[in-house]
C-alpha cells in the first residue's frame, strides 16, 4: 500500500489502545505517509510522546498553551492534512467531537479542519453500548465522520465484547478509500450478500445457513478501495460496513429487483446464496397441521449473477462457488457457464457461518488459491485482485 504524499494528522487519545498508536505510526511512516501526532494529556498517562516523536520522526504536539511559534497550532497543524485519524478515540472524546467541544488541543484541531476526520474507537463494552456513546456515534456519522471498528474480542478491563482497537493493520486497509488513493476510486459496484428467504406461508419459508460475512466483508473491502458501494442485503444480523449503502430484501426476486435498479455499474460481486427454487405459491394464511403429508411444488428462481452477466452492458462480473466437493471442476464450469472473469470457490462446509475462510480464486490465467484468513483478509485479497484484473 502507498500513501507517499499523503498528510496524517494521527491523535490520540487516553486509553490502554494508545500502544496500537505507536505501531500504527511505524505502519504509516512504512507506507510513506508523513504522520504529525497529537496527543491528549490523558494519552501521554498511557504512551510517552518520546515513543510517537522517535516513530514519527517530528516533535509531537500535546499542549493548546504554548510559549513558542504564533500560537496559532490548532490552525496550522491541521491545514496540511489530508486526514485527521483519531486512533484510539475514547468514549469522552467522542463525546466532546459530536458537540464541537474544543478545550485541548487535538479537539480544537478537529473543529478547525479543513480535511476528513477518522476515528477508531476504543473503550469497555459498557462504555460502547451506552446510549450517550451511540447517540453520539450517530451525530457523528451524521456529520460526515468515518468510524472504523471497533472490533470484538477480549478488553483490556477483563471483560470481552465490542470495544476493541482496530488492530493497526486493519485501521491501515481502510485509509485509501478514505483518502480517495485506492484501486476502484470512483468505481461504482454493486454486492449481493447473505441468504434469500422464500416464503412458504406468512410464517415459514426456505432458505439456507448463508451468513451474509463473506458478502459484508466484500463489500467492505471495496469501500475500502474507494468504490462507491450499494450492499444488496438477504436477512443478516450483520451491521452494514462503513461507507457502504445498502438494500435489504427477502426474496430472490426481491434481489434481482433490487440488482437491476442499481445497474449500470462498473463491478457486480454476487456473493448472496440465492435459492434456487422457491415455492410455486405461498399461502395467504398460516398452513395448519394436518395428519397427512405436505407436499410443496417449487419452481426455479432467476439466476441474478448469469442474467447481469448476460447484459449489453454488463459489469465485471464476479460469483462465488460454495461446492461439497471437486471444488476446482465445479467452479470451473460454473466460472465458464455464466461467462464470468472472475469467480471465488470454497469448499462450503469450511466457509458457511464460519469468520474465516480458504478461498480459491479462478480467472483466465488458471486457479489462484488463497491462504485461509478471517473474511475480511479473503475479501481484501479478492478485491485486489479484481483490481488488477481490471487494470
Ligand atoms: O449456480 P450457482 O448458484 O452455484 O452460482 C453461484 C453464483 O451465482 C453466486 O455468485 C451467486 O451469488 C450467484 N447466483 C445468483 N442468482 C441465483 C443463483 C446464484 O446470482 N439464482
Redo the contacts with the bound molecule.
Sequence with gaps: MSLADKNILLGVTGGVAAYKAAELVRLLVKAGAQVQVAMTEAATHFVGPATFQALSGKPVLTALWHADGDGMDHIHASRGADLILVAPASADFLAKLAHGRADDLLSTLCLARACSLAVAPAMNREMWAAAATQRNLAQLRADGVSVLGPAEGELACGETGPGRMLEPADVMAALPGLLGAGPLVGTRVVV?AGPTFEPIDPVRGLTNLSSGKMGYAVAQAAAEAGAAVCLVSGPTCLATPPGVRRVDVRT?AEMRAAVLAELPCAVFI???A?A?YRPETAAGQKIKKGTGGLELRLVP?????AEVAARPDAPFCV???AETERLAEHAET?RRK?KLPLLAGNLAQDTLGQDSAELVLFDDRGAHPLPRADKLAQARSLIAHLATLRS
Excluded at 428462481?301 to 449473477?305: A, F, H, S
Design positions: 449481493t430472490a454476487a456473493v448472496a440465492v434456487d428462481n432467476p439466476d441474478i449473477l460469483g462465488f462457488a460454473k455464466k
